[in-house]
């Protein structure tokens, strides 16, 4: 299937400073990512939707100052906390669209994910 | 909006014994995906089984299947010859299909646990 990384795994950032992590598909073009965010034991809440070579899609009541989400590539989105509080401790993880490949239409495959503590 | 409602939160069978995961949904969609997906502890998201809206043939992948009743608005996952390894979190998740506009749409998630 189709490959998305995602780095760091794990990250551990002092309050007030920012963190950013990166989402790569490594074997295919992905002209949308997307960005989750996992409390734990819950489900999977979206974030925004990243369009390369545009501005994210913010879902309500996520902060687009505080999550700042850059989609330069066709390969690469990256999701920057910035001023990271506590609150913003979870589990981070992105997904990419590919059309066509295995399946007719479009699938989304996930990277591994990044576990963010703040400090 | 759609909704995704996965009503088992929990739910635990014997090694090689068959065990089906329930999933409805609600939307005034017509054209969409439906997916299965499996996140084991190390919170890796792997996809299991997909099934597109307009397909009336329930999709297969080895031993994972699905009863995908549109009108029902239902898209369960049966799962044979259960394995240890299949124990996780198992989510079940709607797309529409409007050229990857949107996000996956997920329920609350279902605890598969395989008893040896």
């Known amino acids: 299937g189709a490959v998305v990384s995602q780095h760091p795994s794990w990250v551990i950032c002092k309050s007030g400073t920012s963190v950013k992590i990166e989402c790569r598909s490594l074997?295919?073009?992905?002209?949308?990512m997307f960005w989750y965010r996992q409390f734990p034991k819950q489900s999977l809440m979206l974030m925004a939707t990243?369009?390369?070579?545009?501005?994210?899609?913010?879902e309500q009541g996520v902060e687009k100052d505080k999550f700042l989400i850059n989609h330069a590539s066709l390969t690469l989105s990256t999701l920057t906390v910035t001023s990271a509080h506590p609150e913003d401790s979870s589990f981070y993880i992105c997904?990419?669209?590919?059309?066509?490949?295995?399946?007719?239409?479009?699938?989304?495959?996930f990277g591994e994910g990044s576990w963010l503590t703040v400090v | 909006a759609q909704t995704v409602t996965q009503s088992q939160p929990e739910m635990s069978v014997q090694e090689a014994e068959t065990v089906t995961l329930s999933c409805t949904y609600d939307?005034?969609?017509?054209?969409?995906?439906l997916f299965w997906y499996k996140q084991p502890p190390s919170r890796q998201m792997i996809l299991v089984i997909r099934?597109?809206?307009?397909?009336?043939q329930n999709a297969t992948e080895n031993r994972f299947s699905v009863n995908f009743q549109k009108a029902a608005k239902s898209f369960s996952l049966k799962i044979s010859d259960s394995q240890l390894g299949d124990t996780a979190m198992y989510f079940c998740?709607?797309?529409?299909?409007?050229?990857?506009?949107?996000?996956?749409?997920f329920g609350k998630g279902t605890h598969l646990i395989i008893q040896p």
């Open positions: 998740a709607f797309m529409k299909n409007r050229g990857g506009a949107d996000g996956l749409t």
């Open positions: 074997d295919f073009q992905a002209t949308t």
């Open positions: 997904s990419a669209e590919l059309q066509g490949g295995p399946y007719s239409g479009n699938t989304i495959y």
């Open positions: 939307t005034s969609e017509n054209n969409y995906y």
């Open positions: 099934q597109e809206a307009y397909k009336q």
């Open positions: 990243s369009n390369e070579g545009s501005k994210a899609t913010y």
